[in-house]
T-cell receptor, first 113, second 109 residues
Framework: DGGITQSPKYLFRKEGQNVTLSCEQN?????MYWYRQDPGQGLRLIYY???????QKGDIAEGYSVSREKKESFPLTVTSAQKNPTAFYLC????????????FGPGTRLLVL | GENVEQHPSTLSVQEGDSAVIKCTYS??????FPWYKQELGKRPQLIID?????GEKKDQRIAVTLNKTAKHFSLHITETQPEDSAVYFC????????FGPGTSLSVIP
């Protein structure tokens, strides 16, 4: 559990503002993922990265952006183009390919003011 | 596109009874099938997984069965306890992981 961290735990966004969610892992994992979870819903993939300096869009990438400059870090920016950003955001990592266990961070709850 | 269906969406059982959750998937190339448990306000955690070359796997009170021909797999929890109450997600993957919508399990003492 302690190998992947997210901050902050709660984040408030004002109208028209971009906000960045942090995700860091010390598990030496190559792959990292961002998911969005709405109340009573499953996990929807936003972006994923299998190697440094490379990432792919998931199912709901519109209004979000990511970077992967370091193996340990995979920050997610929620842009003003995302009109309904209120959700629970989960970051995960895995050793490599999709056929490996994903380890999740504790999540960030984003709320709109 | 690929999708995973999961049933039931909610499940209530008496303590000590068994619980079964079933998932069906569409991508026949899927070869890895994990199950995650998410307690209220917590992160999902892997509880058991199975790969396509295996039909069944058991870990104490938890078991998973896989039928690749029918493209479905199931989670079985025996002798349920109140601490089993949580949301359970199935998933399948080939080149990326796709999660089911989740089953909310309540174990009534």
């Amino acid at each position: 559990d302690g190998g992947i961290t997210q901050s902050p735990k709660y984040l408030f966004r004002k109208e028209g503002q971009n906000v960045t969610l942090s995700c860091e892992q010390n598990l030496n994992h190559d792959a990292m993922y961002w998911y969005r979870q709405d109340p009573g819903q499953g996990l929807r993939l936003i972006y994923y990265s299998q190697i440094v300096n490379d990432f792919q869009k998931g199912d709901i990438a519109e209004g979000y952006s990511v970077s992967r400059e370091k193996k340990e870090s995979f920050p997610l920016t929620v842009t003003s183009a995302q009109k309904n950003p209120t959700a629970f955001y989960l970051c995960a990592s895995s050793i490599g390919q999709a056929q490996e266990t994903q380890y999740f961070g504790p999540g960030t709850r984003l709320l709109v003011l | 596109g690929e999708n995973v269906e999961q049933h039931p969406s909610t499940l209530s059982v008496q303590e000590g009874d068994s619980a079964v959750i079933k998932c069906t998937y569409s991508d026949s190339a899927s070869n890895y099938f994990p199950w995650y448990k998410q307690e209220l306000g917590k992160r999902p955690q892997l509880i058991i997984d199975i790969r396509s070359n295996v039909g069944e796997k058991k870990d104490q009170r938890i078991a998973v069965t896989l039928n690749k021909t029918a493209k479905h797999f199931s989670l079985h929890i025996t002798e349920t306890q109140p601490e089993d109450s949580a949301v359970y997600f199935c998933a399948c993957s080939y080149d990326k992981v796709i999660f089911g919508p989740g089953t909310s399990l309540s174990v009534i003492p």
